[in-house]
């Protein structure tokens, strides 16, 4: 429950002994009777009190909180003499804007015991609670502003008690879910529906789907018929059963709404389908994820992700229909041989893929939408962690080319040997180096990844101790503060930013101050060959001869 939105206004505080049966009139001294908003909060100070709202009974324990409304009434009784209870009077306000308007009570369970720790409204109440004063009434101004603080506090612990129980009853529903999750899968050649599966997880229909939708992505009905469809696609490429057949093995009672879902969610027909597996050879690979993936040989619709795939697939002539190139146009190198993939935006998004009908789909990450994206196409989700050569070798192998892969890599170690025997002059291998990057006003540390990969596997450069450090926890690049530039510093280093950043970058006075710890070697790079990919890699051999001899700070 949000307090934050509310102004309180404390109009009374007492502490009152309860006598044996004691009705909220008599306790009401110096309230004004005309007031219709005024709530009103007794918290239990004793064990064995009885208090009646609106005639009902509730026993309070020691620390119990219960908020009364204007419209109800209350009377308080207790077998021990010295019982007590606190009661604090106020109004609330909803704030909007500069305006307060005025509400009725604030959002908690009214004439419900919020059963608190007496130790957390000890703690709150302070020594006042304990006064030997009976009643209360004329408190200072400072004092009513303590008071008035403390109620508030009070109140928010209320607060926290419905949202722990929220919390609570949210988990055990999505773990309902979850059940029905698995019953869905062991079962989706039944006649399910979502009224049954509501009633499984003990929910009303639009709530479980809510849930389901939040656990998922999807709504119930969604998920199952894409289920389906799976097996479906399972049986249509190894059995040669009638559609009705197949439709009713995984769940379909009609063989055209069977079809309509299957040519929605792949782009064929169930037939078409058929025919271009049978007639195409598979292979099975096992991507990183583990799994088994049926891959088409000689697939020529291929989609990627493009962050580490779309380069390599290129230099082995390999060029895909779709890749996530919406951010890598104008910071690439090779952004001419980008003019006829189409974008699918900033990650596989499946519903930008579905258009392209492809054959395979080759990632570099483990997507959100990977069930989603298999209905598609075969998906292969590749290494995380591989390095260029490791990369190389794996995309060659899915789509045999491992030749054209092998080949790349002998000319790339002899471009490498070639420029290392050009550089001898400008740098002594074993150097330690680090590179940043600048965009904006932020800095960041580059790990093994882009132009520092270059430098670590391919220069003979060394990383700086607190750069191993990062690279052996598995950072590729760390965002760092203006002030840590120094503490990064190698006896060489390397400031990658835009070519717009690099006309003014010498007035940077942290990366003046990191040049003068490196006179003559630090070096000032396009941004543009901070990339992994083969591509990037080839040709920045090309251009480091002239990066090392630029002119630096």
Known sequence: MNLAPLYIRLQHYDRFQVDQIMSASSHNKGIN???????????????????????????????????IL????????????????????????????????????????????????????????????????????????SEMAMMQGRLQLILGLMAQ?????????????????????????????????????ANMA????????????????????????????????????????????????????????????????????????ANIHLQTQQRTVIDSLGRKIHVPTGATRI??????????????????????????????????????IQSIGYWADPDKIAPLQPEFILLSYYPQDLQELDALAPTVVMGKKFRLFERLRYIAKLFERSR?????????????????????DAYVAGETATVYLKLGAKY??????????SLYESLGFRPTPKVIQLIQQGQA????????INHYAGERNFILASPQELQTIIHCPQIATLAELTPSKTHFVDFTWNHCDPITRERLLEVLPSIFKKRTM
């Open 202 to 273: 003990g929910m009303v229909r639009w709530q479980y789907s809510q849930k389901f939708k939040t656990l998922t992505g999807k709504k119930p009905t969604d998920y199952l018929v894409q289920l389906r469809i799976e097996h479906a696609k399972g049986l249509l490429c190894n059995s040669t059963e009638p559609l009705s057949k197949i439709a009713r093995q995984i769940g379909f009672k009609d063989e055209y709404y069977f079809s309509r879902c299957f040519h929605k969610l792949t782009g064929n027909t169930p037939r078409e389908y």
């Open 477 to 484: 690049w760390i965002e760092i503060q203006q002030h840590q």
């Open 444 to 453: 960041y540390v580059m790990c093994q990844t882009g132009l520092a990969a």
């Open 404 to 424: 054209a892969a092998e080949k790349w890599i002998t000319t790339y170690e002899d471009k490498v040997r070639l420029v290392r025997r050009q550089l001898a």
């Open 161 to 197: 008690l419905d949202e722990q129980a929220a919390q609570l009853q949210n988990k055990e529903k999505i773990k309902l879910v979850q059940q029905t999750v698995q019953y869905i899968e062991q079962h989706y050649d039944e006649d399910l529906s979502v009224e049954q599966l």
């Open 303 to 340: 989609v990627t992700d493009g962050k580490f795939t779309l380069g390599e697939l290129l230099v082995l002539g390999i060029s895909p229909i779709g890749a996530a190139i919406s951010i890598m146009k104008d910071n690439v190198i090779y952004h001419n041989k980008l003019r006829n």
């Open 70 to 141: 204007p419209v109800q009434s209350y009377t308080v009784e207790s077998s021990n003499k010295e019982a007590q209870l606190a009661r604090f009077t106020f109004e609330t306000f909803k704030i909007e804007g500069m305006t307060l308007n005025r509400v009725v009570h604030p959002p908690l369970l009214c004439g419900y015991p919020y059963n608190l720790l007496f130790s957390q409204v000890k703690q709150v109440l302070g020594n006042e609670a304990w006064i030997n004063n009976q009643f209360c009434s004329s408190l200072s101004t």
């Open 33 to 67: 009777d005309n007031e219709i908003n005024l709530c009103t909060l007794l918290i239990a100070l004793s064990h064995d009190i009885r208090l009646y709202v609106d005639k009902m009974a509730i026993d309070l324990r020691q620390g119990s909180c219960i908020l």
